[in-house]
């Protein structure tokens, strides 16, 4: 029986992987035409119309994937490989909601902002399902690194909110603090989360523990000195960020082979 189930698993992530891809690139592909109706004042008004009515529709997704998961779950139905369960179906709406929303009220800012979060989106859900587990907290801290090293360059370029730079900053030591202090609980006690419905122990590589601890500490380091420096330099360091991630892609995929 298990040699049977576990290729089933592999083709279910494999499919899974496959749909959040498509779903992202769908999405991308909408975004780009909502964007060629409200960047232009006469269609404006029309695009903000659209946008409205595909929220109403990501709810009306979400209550029916809510429904179905309530009745899978009173019937005792078996969905831990099927890709229309009713958690993920409440998911897309839910999403597909609060990305029209937060576009009505920001406008085209919105949509430039979602061209970066849906990609983002689709790649760090193929890392959590395709790589080791403490790659994906590495990838968390590069991509949370470059954010606010990119928030903070935005800050040092103005008068009025120079200081919010050096907030950055603290939020990237205060986040790589409790980093730490959950890695160092969790590497005493363990740690177990639900993997396709099943509870599994996320960090078994022995090097896990100290890369995610080393991991959290430069790229607070990288944080702070892109403040300490001026805006130039956290520019740059944005792109050490991504280097790092580019750089532990290559170094786990390689360890993979």
């Not at 008004?45 to 409205?52: D, S, V």
């Not at 179905?68 to 890709?83: A, F, P």
């Not at 609060?98 to 949509?111: A, C, D, N, S």
């Not at 590495?138 to 360059?153: E, K, M, P």
């Amino acid at each position: 029986m298990t040699a049977k189930k576990q290729p089933n698993e592999k083709d279910y992530i494999t499919n899974k992987v496959l749909a959040v891809f498509s779903l992202c690139l769908v999405g991308v592909l909408g975004l780009m035409m909502l964007y060629r109706v409200m960047n232009v004042l006469s269609t404006w008004m029309l695009g903000m119309t659209i946008a409205k009515v595909v929220c109403g529709i990501g709810i009306v997704i979400a209550l029916a994937g809510l429904a179905k998961w309530t009745s899978d779950n009173k019937q005792q139905r078996d969905t831990r490989y099927s890709l229309l369960r009713g958690r993920s179906i409440a998911l897309v709406g839910a999403v597909i909601a609060v990305m029209m929303f937060i576009i009505t009220v920001l406008g085209v800012q919105g949509i430039k902002l979602f061209y970066v979060i849906l990609p983002a989106i689709a790649v760090y859900y193929l890392i959590y399902h395709s790589y080791p587990r403490e790659f994906f907290v590495v990838a968390l801290d590069c991509g949370g690194a470059a954010v606010l090293l990119w928030l903070a360059r935005v800050a040092l370029d103005t008068t009025n909110y120079r200081s919010a730079a050096w907030g950055c900053a603290v939020v990237a030591v205060v986040l790589a603090a409790i980093q730490i202090a959950l890695v160092l609980r969790v590497r005493k006690t363990g740690c177990k989360g639900p993997v396709d419905g099943r509870m599994t122990e996320l960090f078994t590589a022995p090097h896990a523990y100290p890369t995610m601890i080393g991991a959290g500490i430069l790229m607070a380091a990288l944080v702070v000195i892109g403040v300490a420096m001026g805006a130039q330099v956290a520019y740059y360091l944005v792109f050490a960020a991504f280097a790092c991630l580019f750089v532990s892609a290559v170094y786990y995929t390689v360890k993979m082979l």
